[in-house]
């Protein structure tokens, strides 16, 4: 009797052993290993403008801008939202490192959309469908500033965002990762923004600044911007020539990067608001439209012949300039989509 139970305990292990070297041969197997196994190989255009014909980059003075004209490049981004649309309508969400990864998917015919995660003021909408999905910027307001395009919505700087898309893409099951390369590029771009000074900057104690008359909505879908233009309000620093800025933007409204074509009625306007040291506001008003034809996505803007006079800045001795003269910002949170 004992025999026959040792007999049969050996033949069970045998069968258990037998059956877990079959499935170990089985999962090894190539026809077995097969599957979607896309690998996302990112590439990062870390640019801070486009030539469109001031070639900054060939006849930088950085004796005068006051830095290398490489020093004005953003960084990379630190993460990657990839949405994989299929064609029954259906998308997929991932998020990937800066360095790349696996992109999971099905098979079939696909479009995929990139862009860096880690914005803080960038809105996103109609992501449901690539051909529609947008970005734009929050709302901002300034209690002091007066518009200088009618109604325009006033908005903040928007964070720097890096944008690709494949418009067509078929997903095979494969036994190797299939290695897909993914240039990403900026959609938003720098504007040096210089305020001259002739007289008096020795009088101010605060400045900030709007530029009007810039895209409010950029398209994921080509990069190219809205019509509808906005305002952005920033802050600026005090410099030994007068005020500067480096201003964040979609770049000018009614742009295509496949045309390189700009709606024709752009006009832009550039503000400047200085507290003195006496606490009195002055404004400054301009017309750069001129300047900005040439330059729909990054570039420098100079204004100059700036004064203060003694007049404007009487009595400003012992004066203690607070924000609360000044007037805070306000943000407007808008829901992300």
């Given at each position: 009797m004992?025999?026959?139970?040792?007999?049969?305990?050996?033949?069970l292990?045998?069968?258990?052993l037998?059956n877990g070297?079959?499935?170990?041969?089985?999962?090894?197997h190539d026809l077995?290993?097969?599957?979607?196994?896309?690998?996302?190989?990112?590439?990062?255009?870390?640019v801070?403008?486009?030539?469109?014909?001031?070639?900054?980059?060939?006849?930088?003075?950085?004796?005068?801008?006051?830095?290398e004209?490489?020093?004005?490049?953003?960084?990379q981004?630190?993460?990657?939202?990839?949405?994989?649309?299929?064609?029954?309508?259906?998308?997929?969400?991932?998020?990937?490192?800066?360095?790349?990864?696996?992109?999971?998917m099905?098979?079939?015919?696909?479009?995929?959309?990139?862009?860096?995660?880690?914005t803080?003021?960038i809105?996103?909408?109609n992501?449901?469908?690539?051909?529609?999905?947008?970005a734009s910027?929050?709302?901002?307001?300034?209690?002091?500033y007066?518009?200088l395009?009618?109604?325009?919505?006033?908005?903040n700087?928007?964070?720097v965002?890096y944008?690709?898309?494949?418009?067509?893409?078929?997903?095979?099951?494969?036994?190797?990762p299939v290695?897909l390369?993914?240039?990403?590029?900026?959609?938003v771009?720098t504007?040096?923004?210089?305020y001259?000074?002739?007289?008096?900057?020795?009088h101010?104690?605060?400045?900030?600044?709007a530029?009007?008359g810039?895209?409010g909505?950029?398209?994921?879908?080509d990069?190219?911007?809205?019509?509808?233009?906005?305002t952005?309000?920033?802050d600026?620093e005090?410099?030994?020539?007068?005020?500067?800025?480096?201003?964040?933007?979609?770049?000018?409204?009614?742009?295509?990067?496949?045309?390189?074509?700009?709606?024709?009625?752009?006009?832009?306007g550039?503000n400047?608001e200085?507290?003195l040291?006496?606490?009195?506001?002055?404004n400054?008003e301009f017309?750069?439209?001129?300047?900005?034809?040439?330059?729909?996505?990054g570039?420098?803007?100079?204004?100059?012949?700036?004064?203060v006079?003694?007049?404007?800045?009487?009595?400003?001795?012992?004066?203690?300039?607070v924000?609360d003269?000044?007037?805070?910002y306000?943000?407007?949170?808008?829901p992300?989509?």
């Open positions: 004992k025999r026959i139970l040792m007999r049969s305990t050996w033949l292990c045998g069968v258990l037998l070297c079959r499935k170990d041969l089985c999962y090894d077995h290993g097969l599957g979607v196994q896309v690998h996302v190989q990112p590439e990062w255009e870390c801070w403008e486009y030539d469109h014909g001031m070639s900054w980059a060939d006849n930088w003075d950085a004796e005068l801008y006051n830095r004209y490489e020093e004005l490049h953003p960084e981004a630190t993460g990657i939202a990839a949405f994989v649309y299929n064609e029954d309508g259906t998308r997929t969400e991932r998020h990937l490192p800066d360095e790349g990864g696996l992109l999971p099905t098979e079939g015919p696909k479009s995929i959309l990139f862009y860096n995660d880690d803080s003021y809105v996103f909408g992501l449901d469908s690539w051909a529609s999905a947008t910027t929050r709302t901002r307001t300034r209690a002091t007066t518009q395009h009618g109604n325009e919505r006033t908005v700087a928007p964070d965002l944008w690709a898309r494949i418009g067509q893409f078929e997903a095979e099951r494969t036994a190797e290695f390369p993914v240039l990403l590029r900026p959609l771009y504007y040096l923004v210089r001259e000074f002739d007289e008096g900057l020795e101010v104690a605060q400045a900030r600044g530029l009007a810039m895209a909505t950029v398209y994921l879908q990069g190219s911007t809205d019509d509808e233009p906005a952005v309000l920033y600026c005090i410099t030994d020539y007068g005020v500067e800025a480096l201003v964040t933007s979609f770049g000018v409204p009614g742009f295509s990067p496949d045309t390189r074509t700009t709606r024709a009625d752009n006009t832009h550039l400047l200085v507290m040291n006496n606490g009195k506001l002055k400054f017309d750069i439209t001129d300047q900005m034809a040439r330059q729909p996505r570039g420098v803007i100079t204004v100059s012949g700036l004064t006079s003694r007049e404007e800045a009487e009595n400003e001795s012992g004066f203690d300039v924000v003269g000044w007037g805070e306000e943000d407007i949170e808008m992300l989509n």
